[in-house]
Nanobody, 124 residues
Framework: QVQLVESGGGLVQPGGSLRLACTAS????????IGWFRQAPGKEREGVSC????????SYADSVTGRFTISRDNAKNTVYLQMSSLIPEDTAVYYC?????????????????WGRGTQLTVSS
């Protein structure tokens, strides 16, 4: 059974840092494109970052470029999203997703498998 489980969310003060983790079971992450997405209340789900299947190429949404870093630990079958300089606008439920394609994309429709999400709240 294919499963993705996110962890690491929580309450952080503005300017703080946090690392999210996405652990897979039922398949190996290094054979999938992996993406991080987020959805704030009343807003559509949006792509935050992704990492490609083959060459490890990454991509970031403009709103998080320079602040977030995606990485993959194949030995642990886990993908991470390191977030720093957090702002209240980063508050959302964060989801990881896996897709069959090779290239990195932030398009929601390009991912087949989704986790249930983890809440990040940035507030003082």
């Amino acid at each position: 059974q294919v499963q993705l489980v996110e962890s690491g969310g929580g309450l952080v003060q503005p300017g703080g840092s946090l690392r999210l983790a996405c652990t897979a079971s039922g398949f190996t992450l290094d054979y999938r494109r992996i993406g991080w997405f987020r959805q704030a209340p009343g807003k559509e789900r949006e792509g935050v970052s992704c990492i490609s299947r083959t060459d490890g190429k990454t991509s970031y949404a403009d709103s998080v470029t320079g602040r977030f870093t995606i990485s993959r630990d194949n030995a642990k079958n886990t993908v991470y999203l390191q977030m720093s300089s957090l702002i209240p606008e980063d508050t959302a439920v964060y989801y990881c997703a896996a897709g069959h394609g090779t290239t990195c994309t932030l398009a929601v429709r390009s991912y087949k498998y989704w986790g249930r999400g983890t809440q990040l709240t940035v507030s003082s």
